[in-house]
T-cell receptor, first 114, second 111 residues
Framework: ETGVTQTPRHLVMGMTNKKSLKCEQH?????MYWYKQSAKKPLELMFV???????ENNSVPSRFSPECPNSSHLFLHLHTLQPEDSALYLC?????????????FGSGTQLSVL | QKEVEQNSGPLSVPEGAIASLNCTYS??????FFWYRQYSGKSPELIMS????GDKEDGRFTAQLNKASQYVSLLIRDSQPSDSATYLC???????????FGGGTRLMVKP
């Protein structure tokens, strides 16, 4: 158990669907992140939240919409996705969002867009 | 040029040997460097961090940093089959929030 819980573990959705990924951290951290991991590509940072405020948005298409209602919860709302968005979506947390902190990753959501 | 570059492998070493994993980065102002291990089907986990030039040892793992050459490496002594995984190099460029990952090197330790 890593202290960062993601649901669902697997998700299959059509291009017209709307779905949400959920992440919860039980570590008392102040920063939370969404990463995308595609086959044969490096981990890509999507969003960073520090104390519930978005501090980084790494040129992500608007069909991905993050939400951080409090420091323990992070959502990624998905709508009108494309097949190339199929990937493993990883949530992570750290004590602070200064880039020098250890990241704790969740188990990820394997997303398939049909 | 990729920001953080790693040989994808696979790097195959016999059990008990030293595995040497290498990473180069392009941004000279990078300050913090990390090695994460990712088993197949699992999420990455941090195994080493290094911030200053030289070597840092932790058990069987040694991280080496050479900022002049923009090079960071990970040595695994007495490699075990359980070390078989993908090793991700990550670099924090400038004390910001951006941690840039390399594509990872797949290590296979053969019994």
């Amino acid at each position: 158990e890593t202290g960062v819980t993601q649901t669902p573990r697997h998700l299959v959705m059509g291009m017209t669907n709307k779905k949400s990924l959920k992440c919860e951290q039980h570590l008392g951290h102040n920063a939370m992140y969404w990463y995308k991991q595609s086959a044969k590509k490096p981990l890509e940072l999507m969003f960073v939240y520090s104390l519930e405020e978005r501090v980084e948005n790494n040129s992500v298409p608007s069909r991905f919409s993050p939400e951080c209602p409090n420091s323990s919860h992070l959502f990624l709302h998905l709508h009108t996705l494309q097949p190339e968005d199929s990937a493993l979506y990883l949530c992570a947390s750290s004590h602070e969002a200064d880039g020098n902190e250890k990241l704790f990753f969740g188990s990820g959501t394997q997303l398939s867009v049909l | 040029q990729k920001e953080v570059e790693q040989n994808s492998g696979p790097l195959s070493v016999p059990e008990g040997a030293i595995a040497s994993l290498n990473c180069t980065y392009s941004d000279r102002v990078s300050q913090s460097f990390f090695w994460y291990r990712q088993y197949s089907g699992k999420s990455p986990e941090l195994i080493m961090s290094i911030y200053s030039n030289g070597d840092k040892e932790d058990g069987r793992f040694t991280a080496q940093l050479n900022k002049a050459s923009q090079y960071v490496s990970l040595l695994i002594r007495d490699s075990q089959p359980s070390d078989s995984a993908t090793y991700l190099c990550a670099v924090n460029k400038n004390a910001g929030n951006m941690l840039t990952f390399g594509g990872g090197t797949r290590l296979m330790v053969k019994p």
